[in-house]
Nanobody, 118 residues
Framework: QVQLVESGGGLVQPGGSLRLSCAASRSIRSFNAMGWYRQAPGKERELVAVLDSGGSTNYADSVKGRFTISRDSAKNTVYLQMNNLKSEDTAVYYC????????????WGQGTQVTVSS
């Protein structure tokens, strides 16, 4: 019913930048919140950044000051700008869309690989 498609991942050197995109199949204003998670091999999936319908943002401590989540409602797209990338940022990044009405539900994209290596 809801499709999310991530793009923009790739290989980047430490200190470099990438911008991830998450394109939704319907208006992102219909979601309670959208965000980005990441998962590295052998580790739990962790929250990276979240943007709620009112425009408020929250970030994991590990990325605060380096990553920025934003949206373009006209394009039904949420972005994650990643600056000063570190090797520890290497992971598959997943887009999340959350709804609370009529019932609470989460929708996930397929993921995009980010590799930070020299």
């Amino acid at each position: 019913q809801v499709q999310l498609v991530e793009s923009g991942g790739g290989l980047v050197q430490p200190g470099g930048s990438l911008r991830l995109s998450c394109a939704a199949s319907r208006s992102i204003r219909s979601f309670n919140a959208m965000g980005w998670y990441r998962q590295a091999p052998g580790k739990e999936r962790e929250l990276v950044a979240v943007l709620d319908s009112g425009g408020s943002t929250n970030y994991a401590d590990s990325v605060k000051g380096r990553f920025t989540i934003s949206r373009d409602s006209a394009k039904n797209t949420v972005y994650l700008q990643m600056n000063n990338l570190k090797s520890e940022d290497t992971a598959v990044y997943y887009c999340l869309a959350s709804v609370v009405l009529p019932v609470r539900a989460n929708y996930w994209g397929q993921g995009t690989q980010v590799t930070v290596s020299s």
